[in-house]
């Protein structure tokens, strides 16, 4: 009999400082989680770090290496699909970052949810207890934090951090939605996720976490995603209202 396994789904892009460390964090805890990583190629070889590590790992830990990069979006969706065709037959998805702004021991947090309290998906929030983030400059926390709020007036979710990329699924939940299909790439992608899982019904919780801006490498966010955001969303909540109609 197949067994079910969690699996954590990592995305990278020049993650050469934090890879190695993330991993064996996750390794450490008290839990057998696997973990996918998904590389764009990066020019620091963050692919190089995970192929050494596969060795010691065999079992848990694998790597999508993508030609280019190609966006986050793309790159969960990738990873989705390689996980749902897996022969382990994964239960359980969770998403995160790979610079310590997501600490890996909520992993274990989000798990109880999932398993024992009957929730569909668990989102890490950086804002459902007030502003919980650390060492980010003022304008980054203004613009998260708006950017939730906007999405939460515009999708009628009322998820305090729509935007938030810590998030736990169960398996069943990512293949409903990508039978439905996604639309978007950027920042605007972990908004359309949550929003699509309101639609079909799922139940959601969020729990309050810590988040720290990274000590090593380089952020990936800038502020070409705003417009995405904002026109994106206007978007696809008109095409489920003219669908209603």
Known sequence: MSKNYSIVVIPTYNELDN?????????????????????????????KIVEEKIVEHIERLFLIKRDQKSGLGSAYMTAFDWVINSSNNYNRIYTMDADFSHNPKDLL??????????????????????VNVVNWPIQRVLLSYFGSMYARIITGVSIMDLTSGYVGYKTKVIKDILRKGIEFNG??????????????????????????????GDSKMNFSIVPEAIFGLIKMRFKFLFSKL
Not at 26 to 36: E, K, T
Not at 110 to 120: A, P, R, S, T, Y
Request: aromatic residues 16%; negative net charge.
């Open 187 to 216: 920042y605007a992608y972990q908004i359309e996720m949550k929003y699509k899982a309101h639609l079909l019904g799922y139940k959601f919780y969020e729990i309050p976490i810590i988040f720290t801006d990274r000590t090593k």
């Open 109 to 130: 947090r989000m798990k109880v949810f999932l398993d024992k309290n009957g929730m569909d998906l668990v989102i890490g929030s950086r804002y459902i207890t007030g």
């Open 19 to 47: 890879i190695s460390d993330i991993i064996d964090e996750i390794f450490s805890l008290n839990y057998n989680f696997h973990v996918l990583v998904v590389d764009d190629n990066s020019p620091d070889k963050t692919y």
